[in-house]
């Protein structure tokens, strides 16, 4: 069993910037595919980062260049730096833990770009 607790969401001016993080629990983290993902009202979840355990990373093209994944392998922690932050980034954003067929979801975090 994997907990996933994110912290770090809140509410921005636009522009701004926040740091998510997403702390895991049990083992393997460093082999897992971690994500992010976000849920705008009304709207499906959609992809916005994904990083490997080999290090790469994909970015949904709405928020390459402000975005940037990374994750601490000793803290068992994946992050969200989020910068230049828009309002239509206003969305629950969901941490993702997948490895093999284990599939796994944080509570999530709000994120409100508002002026």
């Known amino acids: 069993q994997v907990q996933l607790v994110e912290s770090g969401g809140g509410l921005v001016q636009p522009g701004g910037s926040l740091r998510l993080s997403c702390a895991a629990s049990g083992s393997f983290f460093r082999f897992a595919t971690m994500g992010w993902y976000r849920q705008a009202p009304e709207k499906q979840r959609e992809l916005v980062a994904i990083i490997t355990s080999g290090g790469n990373t994909e970015y949904a093209d709405s928020v390459k260049g402000r975005f940037t994944i990374s994750g601490d392998n000793a803290k068992n922690t994946v992050y969200l730096q989020m910068n230049s932050l828009k309002p239509e980034d206003t969305a629950v954003y969901y941490c993702?833990?997948?490895?093999?067929?284990?599939?796994?979801w944080g509570q999530g975090t709000q994120v409100t770009v508002s002026s």
């Open positions: 993702n833990y997948r490895l093999g067929a284990l599939d796994y």
